[in-house]
C-alpha cells in the first residue's frame, strides 16, 4: 500500500551527490509461480552494477546487497507487486506491497525514484462504492486495487418479498408494497448517514453504485443533488457478492471513469484559452515559478535534463550555469521523474497517462497553470 501522504514524503527529498537504488517488481504469485522474481531482480541488478559509474559501483552494490539480503529471505506481505527504495548513504529505506503488479524496473537515482509509485496512486483513485438491494446498503472504499468494506446496512425486518405474509389478494399486494418500500427507504436513510461521514472523514470525491438496476433507481431518488453528482459510474451486482466479487466487477467500471476523466483534462490541456505549458522547458519554467496546478504525464517518456548544484533549479539538459543562480548544473538522467515529484512537492495534481498522441508530440509533458 503506498498513500498520497508517503508519495509526497518521497517527493520531498533534494537531489544531492547520494545514491538512491529504486527496485519495482511482478512477484504476482499466478505469474511467478516458481518465485521467478528473485532471478529476474538478480539479472537487474548485475547490469546495474556493470553499467555504474566508477565513483558510484560501491555504494549501488552495498544497497543490492541489503535488498537482495532483503528478497532472499521471501519477505512477508508480499502482494502482487513490491517496491523497495533504499539509500544506506542517508539510511533510508522502504518498502511498498502493492495490489497491482510493478513493470520490473531498476533504477539509480539522486533521490528516490517515485513515478511507478505515483502512477499508481493516480491511477487507483479511492472511491467509495456502495451496493444495494431491497433490505441492505453496503458501503465499501477503494485503496489501489483493493477494496474495504466500512458498513453494512440492513433491515432487522425480513424481506417482504420472502416474509410471511403469502396473501395472494391485491390487498396482501398491495401492503407487502408498502411494507418494502418503508423498509427500503429507512435502510437507505440510515446509509446515507455513513456514506456523509466517510466521504467527509476520507476526502474522497467520486461514488460507484451497484445493485439491480430498481435498487440504485430508488437510491440514488433518496440521495441529495450534491451526493446525486458525484455518482460517476454505476454496475449490476448482488448485494450478497463478497469484496472480491464487488471488486471484480467495478474495476472496469472504474477504469472507464478514469479514461474518461483524463480524455476531459486533456481536452482543458489544449484548450488555447487556457493557461497551459507544454513541452519540458515550459513546464519545468512554470514549476519554477511555483505555477502549476496540474500536470500531464506521458509514463513510458524518458527525457535527460539538468539540475542546478545550488538552487536545486531543474531545467532541460544544459551544458552553461544555472539560469537563475548562475552555479554549476548537475545531469539527470530522469528529469520527468524529478518534474513529477517537484510538482507533488508543490502541492500540484500528477495526471500519468499511458497513451496520449497530443502530449507524446509535445514531449510528454504538459500542465495547467494555477495563474
Ligand atoms: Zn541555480
Not at 22 to 44: A, G, H, I, S, Y
Not at 97 to 104: D, E
Not at 281 to 289: E, H, K, N, R, W
Request: glycine residues 6%; hydrophobic residues 35%.
Amino acid at each position: 500500500m503506498i498513500t498520497r501522504h508517503e508519495l509526497k514524503e518521497l517527493a520531498s527529498f533534494e537531489i544531492e551527490d547520494v545514491n538512491f537504488v529504486n527496485l519495482f517488481l511482478n512477484v504476482d504469485p499466478t505469474e511467478n509461480p516458481k518465485d521467478e522474481w528473485l532471478v529476474r531482480f538478480k539479472n537487474m541488478a548485475r547490469d546495474t552494477i556493470n553499467n555504474a559509474k566508477p565513483d558510484q559501483k560501491k555504494k549501488v552494490q552495498k544497497d543490492i546487497e541489503l535488498i537482495e539480503k532483503y528478497l532472499s529471505d521471501k519477505p512477508e506481505g508480499m502482494k502482487r507487486g513490491m517496491a523497495i527504495i533504499s539509500c544506506s548513504e542517508k539510511g533510508f529505506w522502504r518498502v511498498y506491497h502493492t495490489a497491482i503488479p510493478f513493470l520490473n524496473k531498476l533504477v539509480v537515482d539522486h533521490d528516490p525514484f517515485i513515478k511507478p509509485l505515483a502512477a499508481m496512486v493516480d491511477l487507483y483513485q479511492r472511491y467509495l462504492v456502495m451496493v444495494v438491494d431491497n433490505t441492505r446498503a453496503k458501503v465499501l472504499i477503494t485503496r489501489i486495487g483493493e477494496i474495504d468494506e466500512v458498513n453494512d446496512v440492513s433491515s432487522n425486518l425480513e424481506d417482504p418479498n420472502t416474509g410471511k405474509d403469502g396473501s395472494k389478494s391485491d390487498a396482501g399486494a398491495h401492503r407487502a408494497d408498502k411494507q418494502r418500500d418503508k423498509v427500503q427507504k429507512s435502510v437507505y436513510k440510515d446509509a446515507l448517514k455513513v456514506v456523509e461521514v466517510v466521504l467527509a472523514e476520507e476526502g474522497i470525491k467520486r461514488i460507484l453504485l451497484g445493485g439491480t438496476d430498481r435498487s440504485r433507481a430508488i437510491f440514488k431518488d433518496t440521495l441529495p443533488l450534491p451526493l446525486r453528482e458525484r455518482v460517476v459510474g454505476e454496475f449490476v451486482v448482488e448485494a450478497k457478492s463478497n469484496k472480491s466479487e464487488i471488486l471484480e466487477r467495478l474495476m472496469p467500471v472504474m477504469q472507464g471513469v478514469e479514461y474518461n476523466f483524463e480524455r476531459k483534462a486533456l481536452d482543458g490541456l489544449f484548450d488555447l484559452n487556457k493557461g497551459t505549458a507544454l513541452g519540458l522547458s515550459d513546464v519545468l519554467t512554470a514549476l519554477q515559478q511555483g505555477n502549476v496546478h496540474k500536470m500531464y504525464v506521458l509514463s513510458h517518456v524518458t527525457t535527460p535534463g539538468s539540475s542546478c548544484t545550488q538552487c536545486g533549479a531543474l531545467t532541460p539538459e544544459r551544458d552553461r550555469p544555472c539560469p537563475y543562480c548562475g552555479s554549476t548544473m548537475r545531469h539527470i538522467n530522469y528529469m520527468l521523474d524529478h518534474a513529477i515529484q517537484r510538482a507533488i512537492d508543490q502541492g500540484a495534481r500528477v495526471d500519468m497517462l499511458d497513451e496520449a498522441p497530443r502530449l507524446e508530440k509535445v514531449g510528454g509533458i504538459g500542465a495547467v497553470l494555477r495563474y
